[in-house]
């Protein structure tokens, strides 16, 4: 069974800082999307990162796919309150193309 | 890019009832969609993969009794949660990925509330 492990769960900054969310896994994904999450609505698609050693910057966001292909890293500089939301890591599995998601990181941007 | 429609957005019904949530791609063809629920605070669980012209495949512990799932064509799935009850009040989620390619794209979810 592949899973993904995310961390940290919960996240709470101040309005500047900088913080990483972690994905890992012991399993080799073929590509790796991160998603972005508003309460009440679906997951937005941020990027999908393919390439063992990767790196993606979106503005203040910089995504790395680990060189395994096992393990990604989303980084945010001097976060704003706009950034809150649920993060969501998920890999495309090895089972007819499902995806499989990590447990998701709660982030709270404080002013 | 690619759009995903799901509808209705909030629904509130009684215990008992049965109600129907439609999942469509609008500008491209997906033969393959996904329904998950999730939990307040909580990752997507994955419920069933629906594929275009045959049985929907449920995932371990989803009882497809209970969740009945069609996708009669390329653009639409329905997920209808037959004789409702409180605990199935969730934010039900459809996902739909464009034919050849491995990205999924989402809706915007539907609240359902059992009263």
């Known amino acids: 069974t592949q899973l993904l492990e995310q961390s940290p769960q919960f996240l709470s900054i101040q309005e500047g800082e900088n913080l990483t969310v972690y994905c890992n896994s012991s399993s080799v994904f073929s590509s790796l999307q991160w998603y972005r999450q508003e309460p009440g609505e679906g997951p937005v698609l941020l990027v999908t990162?393919?390439?063992?050693?990767e790196v993606k910057k979106l503005k203040r966001l910089t995504f790395q796919f680990g060189d395994a292909r096992k393990d990604s890293s989303l980084h945010i500089t001097a976060a704003q309150p706009g950034d809150t939301g649920l993060y969501l890591c998920?890999?495309?599995?090895?089972?007819?193309?499902?995806?499989?998601f990590g447990q998701g990181t709660e982030l709270s941007v404080k002013p | 890019g690619a759009v995903v429609s799901q509808h209705p957005s909030r629904v509130i019904c009684k215990s008992g009832t049965s109600v129907k949530i439609e999942c469509r791609s609008l500008d491209f063809q997906a033969t393959t969609m996904f329904w998950y629920r999730q939990f307040p605070k909580k990752s997507l669980m994955l419920m069933a993969t629906?594929?275009?012209?045959?049985?929907?495949?449920?995932e371990q512990g989803v009882e497809k009794d209970k969740f009945l799932i069609n996708h009669a064509s390329l653009t639409l799935s329905t997920l209808t949660v037959t004789s409702a009850h409180p605990e199935d009040s969730s934010f039900y989620i459809c996902?739909?990925?464009?034919?050849?390619?491995?990205?999924?794209?989402f809706g915007a979810g539907t609240r359902l509330s059992v009263l």
């Open positions: 990162v393919v390439t063992g050693g």
């Open positions: 998920a890999g495309v599995g090895n089972q007819g193309g499902k995806l499989i």
């Open positions: 996902s739909a990925r464009r034919q050849g390619a491995n990205i999924q794209y």
């Open positions: 629906s594929n275009e012209g045959s049985k929907a495949t449920y």
